[in-house]
């Protein structure tokens, strides 16, 4: 088992919720096949993700998490793995820190945050995605519950469910991206800008 995978089982164990195994594949693959230089993500936990994107492509990592000791974890994770130097943790709400970026731009988002705002979060990523980078986000399809296979049986997911359709008819309706979603993990959402002359 290496460390990764030693995370993983750490996070499950102390129901830190983290990307699944399929996720883990899709991200890895993605990373060797774009090769980003600059990744955003939203929602770093204690940096499972983050070091799976960044052992598959030479990128450097800006993640964004507010649970003080999911960060004290990570950075302990980062240091472990030898990434360090290749990440930047932005504490604190991702709400307010995300304003702040204005000026940079990504190749790649992982959008792995607060569910319930995922819409608000997308409105100030979209800023933040190069012309021709990708923004991935994960759980679109929230357990079955947004496309109604499963039922929602616990009142506390209605709202995250309601956020979560809002947020895939957005990026299904917005002229100005190309998305999909994918039955991948707990859903994925792929976005693109579409090309100018598509428009
Ligand atoms: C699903 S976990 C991220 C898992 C991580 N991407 C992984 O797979 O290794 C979501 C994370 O978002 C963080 N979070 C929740 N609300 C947030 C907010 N408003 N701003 C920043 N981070 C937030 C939580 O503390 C949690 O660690």
Redesign the pocket.
Known sequence: MDYLDEMEVF?RKNK????LKD?RIFLENLCKEIQPKKIL??????????A?MLKSCNAFLTS????VP?IKLAKQNFEKLGLSDRVEIVE????K?LTKFNDQKFDLI?L???KG?YLEILNLLLPLLKKDGILVA??VLFRGMVQGENPIKEHRFENTVKVLKQFNETILNDERLESKILNIGDGLAIVKFKRRNEL
């Open positions: 996070a830190i919720p983290v990307i996720t993500e939203v929602g770093m936990a204690i940096g499972y993700s983050g799976v964004c998490e507010a649970s999911n604190g709400d991702c709400l820190t992982f792995d945050g607060p705002f994960d759980n």
